[in-house]
């Protein structure tokens, strides 16, 4: 059965999931990259996108995500659409993945950008990675290089940050530096490991 030992890894653009998920991974925990599953299937069904959105999103049989990105979320049909031909067959990959994790009987991530916003995954236990809104404009302006409008209109494209952090089963501050982050992950490795321990 998919998820019995799953968290789900949240939060939003610019948070530091992939930081996070990078850190955690060093202290031993496995985790499922869902962006990267989404990335690979979206390339692999590169026609789907230059039937539906036009050629011009795709080069060299990969798709433009920058380019992509600019239609798709400034226009919700276009979101949908999108969205309503690769969630299935991301969240296929996921369990496929997910059934062979728990096979080790040992909590796992899930690194899932829109959990909440979808909910399309029977998971219990969810960590957030938080920022505040307002640093999280910043990392994403200058990660990206995109003017406050375009940087905004992603950001509020997804659940506000301070609802998903309500809603998490635990909270990883990335409002810091890095050493903070550090620190952040390693108190949350402990409680995981206590988890197990509970079971």
């Given at each position: ?16 999931k ?7 991974a ?23 996108v ?13 798709v ?9 979320f400034?226009?919700p ?64 302006m ?25 809603k ?24 995981i ?7």
């Amino acid at each position: 059965m998919a998820f019995e030992y799953a968290i789900a890894l949240t939060g939003g653009i610019a948070t530091g999931k992939s930081t996070v998920a990078s850190l955690l991974a060093l202290h031993g925990l496995r985790y499922i990259d869902a962006d990267a599953i989404s990335h690979k299937i979206l390339d692999e069904n590169c026609k789907f996108v230059a039937d539906t959105f036009g050629e011009e999103y795709v080069k060299d049989s990969k798709v433009d995500r920058a380019s992509l990105g600019s239609i798709i979320f400034s226009n919700p049909t276009n979101k949908k659409k999108l969205e309503d031909f690769l969630h299935p067959l991301i969240r296929s990959q996921i369990i496929e993945q997910s059934e062979k994790q728990d096979k080790f009987k040992f909590p796992y991530l899930i690194d899932i950008p829109l959990f909440f916003e979808k909910s399309n995954y029977d998971i219990k236990n969810v960590a957030v990675v938080y920022t505040p809104k307002e640093v999280q404009l910043a990392r994403f302006m200058k990660r990206n290089g995109f003017e406050e409008e375009e940087a905004l209109k992603r950001i509020e494209s997804q659940m506000n940050i301070e609802a998903k952090k309500k809603k998490a089963t635990w909270v990883i501050d990335n409002s810091k530096n890095l050493k903070h982050l550090q620190a952040e992950c390693e108190e949350f490795v402990e409680k995981i490991k206590e988890l197990k321990k509970d079971d």
